[in-house]
């Protein structure tokens, strides 16, 4: 069963009708968008519900093959603009990082959201981010103001 098939029998047990189309995205994953007329009901309250789907199908996948590629679920668009106003809103926190030079910290977030977050600010020459390692209780980003990078003495 594709991982298509497999969602489509997953929502329609849970009373949904849908339709589901498939792309890849830049990392070459298999993104499952689904298009329904009860999408609110789907993705649930800040994508819980579209969250707990993608874990249990990308669960079921790899527990048939272990080196599965994940499985991005996607309910009209609502991850792609949900990453815009995430990025777009830790952005104007970033301004206030470069203009007083003190950190600011960022609320909790799941690791999709925290990925996002340090993906954007990884070329960034004035803005870095810090999080705990994944053993931490607190699954929180710092903004920080980058140390200018000091040039290499020339030898004479």
Known sequence: MTPKELLDTMLGFLGFVVQIE??????GNL????YTEESGRLIGRDGEMLEAI????NRLIQAKDKDALKVIVDCEMYRSM???R?????RELAERVRITGRSLQLEPMNSYERRIVHNAFKDDPDV???????????????????????ETAQKE
């Open 128 to 150: 870095a981010t810090w999080s705990p390692d994944d053993s931490a209780r607190i699954k929180q980003i710092t903004l920080l103001k980058r140390q200018p990078k000091k």
């Open 86 to 90: 995430i990025v777009q809103r830790v």
């Open 54 to 57: 993608t874990f249990l199908l």
């Open 31 to 34: 993104v499952l968008q689904i």
């Open 82 to 84: 949900r990453e815009d």
């Open 22 to 27: 498939e792309s890849r995205n830049e990392a």
